[in-house]
């Protein structure tokens, strides 16, 4: 299990890595989800701790699997 920054810390290491562009969102997700586009594809992360298999899925949909 890791937390939010925890894994945003982990995609803004990659992006800086490979030369993609990494932009969250924190006013425009609802209560208190993040919006995040990592090199033009775009998805939605929860608050507090996440699962590798919800960790998984958002990589997943933004096409780092």
Not at 6 to 18: N, T, Y
Not at 43 to 48: A, I, M, N
């Amino acid at each position: 299990m890791v937390t939010r920054q925890q894994f945003l810390q982990e995609l803004r290491k990659l992006a800086r890595r490979e030369g993609k562009v990494l932009i969250i969102y924190e006013a425009e997700g609802k209560g208190s989800h993040y919006r995040i586009t990592y090199d033009g594809k775009k998805t939605t992360l929860k608050s507090g701790e996440l699962t590798p298999t919800y960790v998984r899925l958002v990589k997943k949909q933004l096409g780092l699997l």
